[in-house]
């Protein structure tokens, strides 16, 4: 990555009519509303990545009414990059609308060596969110996740630092990642009873992966927790992205870790294609339909997509245009994926 601290992008005066395009949903019982569609910064946003293109997919989901970024601690590469980018555009950009902003960050990943710098011990996570405000540049986040759930340390403890990190104001809410319908249901209850309620759940949800169908969506709904889905394009393979082969400056080619190009193959892809003949027929790209097709449960308080560029994430907020699905394309939809 190219960094000029000379550089001048020039002042970001953001969009006056951004607040007409959007919707927002209440997150689960609490007074706080997410916009239907989010944007995380897990890729895109490290130290190999173009800061302008960065500050430019920012800029373009904020015109558009898209108020909640999404980060961890250890988003790069490499870990604790993204925090740091992101903590140089929000002097130059953010820093004004920091009201009109929901930050979140996580800890709960490897982050450091030795035992205090992974899992859920109060240790790591208050070191660690000590860390991210930092790096970011800020006095506080919205809302701090725990980012998986930790075998190890009692509930109570991971919870109870949830807690003392809203209490100190260093996070004004609380959420977790990952974690399974009865961890979920326990977890509210320690932080009801701490005086601190559970705001959200960030679990892996889309067409291809629906493990939250299977009673944590129910458990959310009952606990009052309102539900953000990550990874909603399977990184991008919900998408006519590779469609035509693979491109060059796609996630698959440029960090095979996470998206592996051997799972995009013969049968997923031809699942992908019939997905996408659905989508044209409607009127959609795949990936709007991808969104849409989430966002129908109105148990979803926000989609929170990735995107490697502006044009990507107009895209994605395209969706917001044709939400409602008819009977008929449910069921087409539904067979595919069965
Ligand atoms: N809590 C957790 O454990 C956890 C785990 C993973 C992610 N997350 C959060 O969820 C966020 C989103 O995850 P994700 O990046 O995997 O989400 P995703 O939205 O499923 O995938 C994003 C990728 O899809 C491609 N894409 C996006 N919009 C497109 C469009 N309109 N047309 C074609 N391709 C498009 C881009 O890939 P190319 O790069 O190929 O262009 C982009 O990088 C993360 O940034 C992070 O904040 C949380």
């Given at each position: 990555?190219k960094?000029?601290?000379?550089?001048?992008?020039?002042?970001?005066?953001?969009?006056?009519a951004?607040?007409?395009?959007?919707?927002?949903?209440?997150?689960?019982?609490s007074?706080?509303?997410?916009?239907?569609?989010?944007?995380g910064?897990?890729?895109?946003?490290?130290?190999?990545?173009?800061l302008?293109?960065?500050r430019n997919?920012?800029?373009?989901?904020?015109?558009?009414?898209?108020?909640?970024?999404?980060?961890?601690?250890n988003?790069g590469?490499?870990?604790?990059?993204a925090?740091?980018?992101?903590?140089?555009?929000?002097?130059?950009?953010?820093?004004?609308y920091?009201?009109?902003?929901i930050?979140s960050?996580?800890?709960?990943?490897d982050?450091?060596?030795?035992?205090?710098?992974?899992?859920?011990?109060?240790?790591?996570?208050i070191?660690?969110?000590?860390?991210?405000?930092?790096?970011?540049?800020?006095?506080y986040?919205?809302?701090?996740?725990?980012?998986?759930?930790?075998p190890?340390?009692?509930?109570?403890?991971?919870m109870?630092?949830?807690?003392?990190?809203?209490?100190?104001?260093?996070a004004?809410y609380?959420?977790?990642s990952?974690?399974?319908p009865?961890?979920?249901?326990?977890?509210?209850?320690?932080?009801?009873?701490?005086?601190?309620p559970?705001?959200?759940?960030?679990?892996?949800?889309?067409?291809?992966?629906?493990?939250?169908?299977?009673?944590?969506?129910?458990?959310?709904?009952?606990?009052?927790?309102?539900?953000?889905?990550?990874?909603?394009?399977?990184?991008?393979?919900?998408?006519?992205?590779?469609?035509?082969?693979?491109?060059?400056?796609?996630?698959?080619?440029?960090?095979?870790r996470?998206?592996?190009?051997?799972?995009?193959?013969?049968?997923?892809l031809?699942?992908?294609r019939?997905?996408?003949?659905?989508?044209?027929?409607r009127?959609?790209t795949?990936?709007?339909?991808?969104?849409?097709?989430?966002?129908?449960?109105?148990?979803?308080?926000?989609v929170?997509?990735?995107?490697?560029?502006?044009k990507?994430?107009?895209?994605?907020?395209?969706?917001?245009?044709?939400?409602?699905?008819?009977?008929?394309?449910?069921?087409?939809?539904?067979?595919?994926?069965?």
């Amino acid at each position: 990555m190219k960094i000029d601290d000379k550089y001048d992008p020039g002042f970001f005066r953001a969009d006056a009519a951004r607040y007409e395009r959007m919707e927002y949903r209440r997150c689960g019982k609490s007074g706080l509303r997410l916009p239907a569609l989010s944007v995380g910064l897990w890729h895109n946003f490290g130290h190999t990545d173009d800061l302008e293109k960065a500050r430019n997919i920012l800029r373009t989901s904020f015109d558009h009414g898209i108020t909640h970024f999404d980060l961890a601690n250890n988003y790069g590469p490499p870990f604790g990059a993204a925090e740091e980018n992101f903590g140089r555009l929000f002097r130059k950009d953010w820093a004004p609308y920091r009201d009109e902003l929901i930050l979140s960050t996580k800890a709960g990943w490897d982050m450091w060596p030795g035992p205090y710098g992974n899992f859920g011990s109060r240790k790591y996570l208050i070191a660690s969110l000590d860390q991210s405000l930092r790096r970011m540049g800020v006095d506080y986040v919205d809302i701090f996740y725990h980012h998986r759930p930790d075998p190890q340390t009692p509930l109570e403890e991971t919870m109870g630092a949830l807690d003392h990190i809203v209490r100190q104001g260093k996070a004004l809410y609380a959420g977790i990642s990952q974690y399974k319908p009865e961890e979920t249901a326990r977890a509210a209850a320690i932080l009801r009873q701490m005086g601190t309620p559970l705001l959200i759940h960030q679990p892996r949800y889309s067409m291809l992966d629906r493990w939250v169908e299977d009673g944590l969506l129910d458990t959310l709904e009952q606990e009052g927790v309102g539900a953000i889905a990550f990874s909603p394009l399977e990184q991008g393979l919900l998408t006519d992205r590779y469609l035509q082969g693979f491109p060059e400056d796609s996630r698959a080619v440029r960090d095979g870790r996470y998206l592996r190009k051997d799972r995009i193959s013969g049968e997923r892809l031809e699942l992908v294609r019939r997905l996408n003949a659905i989508a044209q027929k409607r009127g959609q790209t795949l990936a709007q339909m991808a969104i849409a097709w989430l966002l129908k449960d109105q148990r979803i308080t926000s989609v929170l997509v990735g995107a490697s560029s502006p044009k990507q994430m107009l895209d994605n907020i395209g969706a917001l245009e044709q939400l409602a699905f008819e009977r008929e394309e449910l069921d087409q939809i539904e067979a595919i994926l069965k």
